[in-house]
T-cell receptor, first 116, second 114 residues
Framework: AQKVTQAQTEISVVEKEDVTLDCVYE???????LFWYKQPPSGELVFLIR??????QNEISGRYSWNFQKSTSSFNFTITASQVVDSAVYFCALSEEDSGYSTLTFGKGTMLLVSP | SAVISQKPSRDICQRGTSLTIQCQVD?????MFWYRQQPGQSLTLIATANQGSEATYESGFVIDKFPISRPNLTFSTLTVSNMSPEDSSIYLC???????????FGQGTRLTVV
């Protein structure tokens, strides 16, 4: 079974629409970290957020918000009023104790296409 | 945060040749990591590079194919040896922050093998 599942392979929206990217994870650790990264066409990975397993507060950063629910092992990412510049592949990732929290297990990514 | 520079940013190579990718970090770090991202796929960890010892490779990756050097705490190289078209990928260098809870990535090296 995958440790990090991003069931949405590709999402297409029109500018100004809200969009939610799903992430479901699997771990036996009580302490772990969850991440979201953005990968634009240029290829670099842009860090968006890190959340530890003890902090279930939702977070908002501008147009971005994250909903962490341990009960469903989900860490979903919502972009409000999407823009063309949001077009990218978005990766959810998990770091666990057995790697010393130093390596990440990535989901397969969700490609977001925002059209004008 | 750590600033990571990778060279080259991209290359097109002939099959059977080797390419060495360099990763420079602006601060000393204990561990550096190399990931591979095949076209349309997610990132997969190749190996962990520790200074002063041999790299630790993940299942499916071997030293003969992906030799790694870690001469000091700010630099590492990954060599992709005897390349085939299947090696066409983005290769990314990564380090973790001081609290071991945040991972930073270089801009990646986009390799195409023809």
């Amino acid at each position: 079974a995958q440790k990090v599942t991003q069931a949405q392979t590709e999402i297409s929206v029109v500018e100004k629409e809200d969009v939610t990217l799903d992430c479901v994870y699997e771990t036996r650790d009580t302490t772990y970290y969850l991440f979201w990264y953005k990968q634009p066409p240029s290829g670099e990975l842009v860090f968006l957020i890190r959340r530890n397993s003890f902090d279930e507060q939702n977070e908002i950063s501008g147009r971005y918000s994250w909903n962490f629910q341990k009960s469903t092992s989900s860490f979903n990412f919502t972009i409000t009023a999407s823009q063309v510049v949001d077009s990218a592949v978005y990766f959810c990732a998990l770091s666990e104790e057995d790697s010393g929290y130093s390596t990440l297990t990535f989901g397969k990514g969700t490609m977001l296409l925002v059209s004008p | 945060s750590a600033v990571i520079s990778q060279k080259p940013s991209r290359d097109i190579c002939q099959r059977g040749t080797s390419l060495t990718i360099q990763c420079q970090v602006d601060s000393q770090v204990t561990m550096m990591f190399w990931y591979r991202q095949q076209p349309g796929q997610s990132l997969t960890l190749i190996a962990t590079a520790n200074q002063g010892s041999e790299a630790t490779y993940e299942s499916g990756f071997v030293i003969d194919k992906f030799p790694i050097s870690r001469p000091n705490l700010t630099f590492s190289t990954l060599t992709v040896s005897n390349m085939s078209p299947e090696d066409s990928s983005i290769y990314l260098c990564s380090v973790v922050g001081p609290l071991n809870t945040e991972a930073f990535f270089g801009q990646g090296t986009r390799l195409t093998v023809v």
